[in-house]
């Protein structure tokens, strides 16, 4: 299958089973009709997503759940879970409901800018200056990446203290002890 649009393609090879679906029969799909805003749609703003993390159904949840939840935010998966919450400077215990009104505008600002960055730099989640930084100072595209996914035990790249690991629904997640309150 091949989608194309005037600023580029995708191709699909190997679906087993593909299904376009017009605005009518997605509403109506038990499971699609479900989803949350896509964190990269350009209409979905960090005041809309801070009202969100507030909604009844969300604010009681703690983050590192709440974050894989594909219908509070569609499109962040493990490693932006991860990488949100540092950026964020939250641990994934807190629930929005116990956030001060900063914290809740941090979280959802860091959201967006972290998918979006992501999403431009083909999955690098560091600031285009710390990877450049990382980068002079020899370190390989596996270890300026990311801020804290996979990097348990490596120094934290703001504070130095050693990235640790949780398992956190079902998930694996990592975190800077110090840098995240």
């Not at 209409?43 to 594909?70: H, I, M, N, S, V």
């Not at 960055?117 to 930084?133: D, I, K, L």
């Amino acid at each position: 299958m091949a989608l194309h649009t005037r600023l580029g393609s995708a191709w699909l090879y190997s679906a087993t089973e593909v299904h376009v679906f017009n605005p009518t029969e997605l509403a109506a799909h038990p499971f699609l009709c479900r989803l949350g805003p896509d964190v990269l749609d350009p209409t979905l703003t960090a005041p809309r997503l801070a009202a969100r993390l507030l909604e009844r159904a969300f604010k009681g949840r703690a983050l590192g759940g709440l974050y894989l939840d594909q219908g509070f935010v569609a499109g962040v998966g493990n490693y932006l879970r991860s990488e949100i919450l540092f950026f964020a400077g939250l641990r994934a215990g807190h629930r929005p409901a116990d956030l001060s009104p900063a914290q809740v505008q941090r979280l959802a600002g860091e959201t967006l800018a972290v998918a979006q960055r992501a999403y431009r730099a083909r999955g690098v989640t560091n600031e285009p200056q710390r990877v450049a930084q990382l980068a002079g100072r020899g370190l390989r595209y596996a270890n300026l990446r990311f801020a804290v996914f996979a990097r348990d035990g490596e120094p934290c790249h703001v504070c130095a203290t050693p990235i640790e690991r949780a398992v956190v629904s079902s998930r694996r997640l990592y975190y800077c002890p110090r840098c995240q309150h």
